[in-house]
């Protein structure tokens, strides 16, 4: 049994190791550590305390995927519920579709009886309002960059970081039964276009999972993952009897040959069936989160740095 994810996953993982080590389900255990990740107000990536759109609403999307079936759901631009990971699990166990949006999202998330939430806490009411006017470092930088580009349409280019990645969170998970379930969640690109979807709720974007060849799951730039379809791409190498590590770094240099002018980073993780894991990352010094049924804690793994330019150089 093994559980896997990226960095802010460290939160969750202990809860969905429990889960496994009690003989629970891939499914129960992915589902568990996300909603962990998803209730941390100190993330302002995911969930209860992301960041909002461009007009100051938090907007959650979110996918989950079942590798014995292949059965997912997602939903996607999800206003005032702290755990889309479970409306999507939910989605995928009692419709008969994948993917809800918008308002049927989050009708189909009371019928349900999931409570509503208020999700934009103080903390990053005032990240977004400083971004708006223009002050701080960093992340502020960012949206002011991309408040810019959308009020003007002129291009823009996004700062580049370095170290662990800050973004939505992913897990993927190997039961005791030998089956592999892989989710996704995200409050997305913080002062996106209201309504933006990015690859986290989009199956073969950024989840994807199959018991028989593994799982990969992806945060960073979602546009660029939806092109290219990073996450099922990965899986396709691993069914060509590929290791995590070749089949990984070869979805993640077949980014090289996408433009976009946009591109801030790409980062993927990759569990096979027998437990082998890998991730990968265009930023230096960026790490993955691990948990096995021995592990007393949680691990974090310096990730493969895979450099990807993004600029349609690599194109023949």
Not at 39 to 66: F, K, R, Y
Not at 119 to 124: G, N, S, V
Not at 131 to 137: H, P, Q, S, V
Request: charged residues 25%; aromatic residues 6%.
């Amino acid at each position: 049994m093994i559980i896997v994810g990226s960095s802010n996953a460290r939160v969750g993982l202990p809860l969905g190791m429990a889960v496994l080590r009690r003989g629970g389900s891939a499914l129960d255990a992915v589902e568990a550590a996300i909603r962990a990740v998803e209730s941390n107000p100190d993330d302002h990536t995911v969930g209860l305390g992301g960041l909002p759109n461009l007009l100051g609403v938090v907007e959650l999307d979110a996918s989950i995927m079942d590798g014995r079936t292949r059965a997912a759901g997602a939903v996607a631009a999800v206003r005032g519920f702290e755990h889309p990971i479970s409306i999507a699990r939910r989605v995928m166990e009692e419709l008969p579709h994948a993917f809800l949006v918008g308002e049927g999202a989050e009708r189909f998330a009371r019928e349900c009886g999931f409570p509503p939430a208020e999700l934009l806490t103080p903390e990053a009411q005032a990240i977004y309002q400083r971004g708006i006017r223009g002050e701080g470092t960093g992340e502020v930088r960012y949206g002011e960059a991309i408040l810019r580009a959308m009020a003007s349409r002129l291009a823009m280019q996004p700062e580049r970081a370095s170290g662990r990645d800050a973004g939505t969170v992913n897990v993927i998970a190997l039961d005791g039964e030998g089956h592999l379930a892989s989710g996704v969640s995200t409050s997305g690109f913080a002062w996106k276009y209201p309504g933006r979807v990015g690859d986290s709720a989009v199956i073969g974007a950024g989840n994807y999972c199959d018991d028989r060849y593994g799982a990969a799951a992806c945060t960073g730039r979602g546009e660029i993952a939806i092109r290219a379809a990073t996450a099922h791409t990965v899986v396709e190498h691993l069914s060509r009897g590929d290791s995590p590590e070749e089949a990984g770094r070869k979805a993640m240099e077949a980014l090289n040959e996408l433009a976009d002018p946009f591109f801030s980073a790409m980062n993927v993780v990759v569990l096979a069936p027998d437990g082998r894991h890998a991730a990968f990352s265009s930023l230096t010094a960026a790490t993955y989160a691990v948990m096995d049924e021995r592990s007393p804690e949680v691990r974090e793994i310096p990730r493969t740095f895979v450099p990807v330019r993004a600029d349609g150089a690599g194109r023949a």
